[in-house]
């Protein structure tokens, strides 16, 4: 099975601009007060006053330790390496969450497809004129959309955990220009946010969002988007470009929130998994959409 850079989550791209040498102290520090001016922050949640930040020199285009609004006592910080199991569990537990969304809720961004379901229960009525069998057709066509959409899923997630995900520090804190960073609440990873340089076209991906299930609602993800914009402003880039799968409403108004301006969607995207056979394209489906986020002009 080919397995490419998977973006179901989030997958993001950071345009260079052609300097993105490493920048000194002073102007780092200059670059991060503007990116909090670009993204000023958010209303604290009321109660006791969270714990300070972890502290910590500048690494990777950011600080040691950034505490989001509403996660009393959170900080996004670098990963580490005893932390491998806990960023793998919030990925996978986030992945399979897409199951149900995109066999069910993906079926109302597809309007050729329901349109075919639509007439397949007619022909059911015409030949059968039995209108128990006519009901059991939807329920099978909604049976067979959760199957492959399990089914290519599962392959996603196989490939994913034994590529990048099977060793972090390797694959995203030693290249140059990589990175992950984990939001941590209580001594617990709650969240993951990767970013990988990509040498050839001079861009760096934003990978592997995910937020344990159990601590939405509380501005982690923003604050994890933050982080990776931070370091795209520090490392001197010129645009940040998003691309998803996602189907929840809440994670495209996240991507708003954070800057970004929906620059189209395609319904001919490949996910890694996928085999492109008949009853893929009859009961899998999956809308791809594209963000962009201009930093500077060129």
Same mark, same amino acid.
């Given at each position: 099975m080919h397995c490419g850079s998977p973006d179901m989550v989030c997958e993001t791209k950071i345009v260079a601009a052609e300097d993105h040498a490493a920048l000194p102290g002073t102007k780092k520090d200059a670059l991060l007060a503007a990116a909090g001016?670009?993204?000023?922050?958010?209303?604290?949640?009321? /109660?006791? =006053?969270?714990?300070?930040?972890?502290?910590?020199?500048?690494?990777?285009?950011?600080?040691?330790?950034?505490?989001?609004?509403? !996660?009393?006592?959170?900080?996004?910080?670098?990963?580490r390496t005893a932390e491998q199991e806990a960023a793998r569990r919030i990925f996978y537990d986030g992945i399979l969450e897409r199951i149900p969304n995109t066999a069910f809720r993906g079926l109302r961004q597809h309007p050729r497809t329901q349109l075919l379901y639509a007439l397949l229960v007619a022909l059911c009525f015409a030949v059968t004129r039995s209108l128990l069998l006519t009901c059991l057709v939807p329920v099978g066509?909604?049976?067979?959309? *959760?199957?492959? +959409?399990? &089914?290519?899923i599962l392959a996603y997630l196989d490939c994913a955990l034994h590529t990048d995900?099977?060793?972090?520090?390797? *694959?995203?804190?030693?290249?140059? /220009?990589?990175?992950?960073?984990?939001?941590?609440?209580?001594?617990?990873?709650?969240?993951?946010?990767?970013?990988?340089?990509?040498?050839?076209?001079?861009?760096?991906?934003?990978?592997?969002?995910?937020?344990?299930?159990?601590?939405?609602? &509380?501005?982690? =993800? &923003?604050?994890?988007?933050?982080?990776?914009?931070?370091? =795209?402003?520090? @490392?001197?880039?010129?645009?940040?470009?998003? !691309?998803?799968?996602?189907?929840?409403?809440?994670?495209?108004?996240?991507?708003? +929130?954070? /800057?970004?301006? @929906?620059? /189209?969607? +395609?319904d001919h995207y490949v996910l890694p998994g996928m085999t492109l056979s008949l009853a893929e394209r009859l009961f899998f489906q999956v809308r791809y959409h594209r963000y962009r986020l201009q930093l500077r002009e060129e």
């Open positions: 001016a670009m993204w000023p922050p958010l209303p604290a949640a009321p /109660g006791p =006053a969270a714990a300070p930040p972890e502290q910590g020199p500048l690494a990777r285009g950011g600080a040691g330790g950034a505490e989001p609004p509403g !996660g009393r006592g959170v900080c996004i910080r670098e990963f066509l909604l049976a067979l959309r *959760y199957y492959y +959409s399990r &089914k290519v995900m099977a060793d972090i520090e390797q *694959y995203y804190m030693r290249p140059p /220009g990589s990175c992950f960073w984990v939001a941590v609440l209580d001594g617990n990873v709650v969240g993951i946010v990767a970013a990988r340089a990509h040498e050839e076209d001079n861009a760096v991906e934003l990978l592997r969002m995910s937020v344990d299930s159990r601590f939405r609602g &509380k501005g982690i =993800a &923003k604050a994890l988007g933050r982080k990776v914009l931070e370091f =795209a402003v520090v @490392h001197n880039y010129s645009a940040v470009v998003l !691309g998803t799968t996602a189907v929840k409403v809440a994670a495209h108004k996240l991507y708003e +929130s954070l /800057g970004f301006r @929906h620059m /189209g969607a +395609s």
